[in-house]
């Protein structure tokens, strides 16, 4: 069971430049995130979905945009890459049912914007 | 004003210390408590939950005070394993399901 799968786990980017951060579950879970973390700060939302076909803004959604075409992949594009990219990039999934939440983090993508 | 702050640390503590993080919480609709740990350069994972009614888990103690907007967590006799960032989080109600994290504060527990 690989739970949540983010590719790439480092890239490099040139200003300007675009990319897309691919995220995949395979527990079937309705939620989908997307969450930034800087140096010595907590996560930011920056966008989520609650089914295929679903997604909304978080906290900090500009320069970023998201699709969700399948229960299973919720895709984080960057059009035109800016310094203030460079975090580190979380994709989470978690179940619509219960208290618990059984939320799952991927292993995260390092971007870095020169 | 930050909806999630924490004590900034850095705490550094010997082997078997016990040490408390506190945090506090800004939106009185939060629902949701939780206590996450994050090693360097790894994916925060589910520390524990924390109820109203305080909780407990081998050498953790959650406390919540609704009142307050206060949560707490507690480390009794510190291991050098628990060295790590340890992240106060909340949800709101009626949200689907997202974390506010707070900035987290680190851990050291030295030898």
């Known amino acids: 069971n690989a739970g949540v799968t983010q590719t790439p786990k480092f890239r490099i980017l040139k200003i300007g430049q675009s990319m897309t951060l691919q995220c995949t579950q395979d527990?079937?879970?309705?939620?989908m995130y997307w969450y930034r973390q800087d140096p010595g700060m907590g996560l930011k939302l920056i966008y989520y979905?609650?089914?295929?076909?679903?997604?909304d803004k978080g906290e900090v959604p500009n320069g970023y945009n998201v699709s969700r075409s399948t229960t299973e992949d919720f895709p984080l594009r960057l059009e035109l890459a800016a310094p203030s990219q460079t975090s580190v990039y979380f994709c989470?999934?978690?179940?619509?049912?219960?208290?618990?939440?059984?939320?799952?983090f991927g292993s995260g993508t390092r971007l870095t914007v020169v | 004003r930050k909806e999630v702050e924490q004590d900034p640390g850095p705490f550094n503590v010997p082997e078997g210390a016990t040490v408390a993080f506190n945090c506090t919480y800004s939106?009185?609709?939060?629902?949701?408590f939780f206590w996450y740990r994050q090693d360097c350069r790894k994916e925060p994972k589910l520390l524990m939950s924390?109820?109203?009614s305080g909780n407990e888990d081998g050498r953790f103690t959650a406390q919540l005070n609704r009142a307050s907007q206060y949560i707490s967590l507690l480390i009794r006799d510190s291991k050098l394993s628990d060295s790590a960032t340890y992240l106060c989080?909340?949800?709101?109600?009626?949200?689907?399901?997202?974390?506010?994290f707070g900035s987290g504060t680190q851990l050291t527990v030295l030898p």
């Open positions: 989470a999934s978690s179940t619509d049912r219960g208290n618990h939440y059984g939320y799952t």
């Open positions: 527990m079937n879970h309705n939620y």
């Open positions: 979905s609650v089914g295929a076909g679903i997604t």
């Open positions: 939106n009185s609709a939060s629902q949701s």
């Open positions: 924390v109820y109203s």
């Open positions: 989080v909340v949800t709101l109600s009626g949200s689907a399901r997202q974390l506010t």
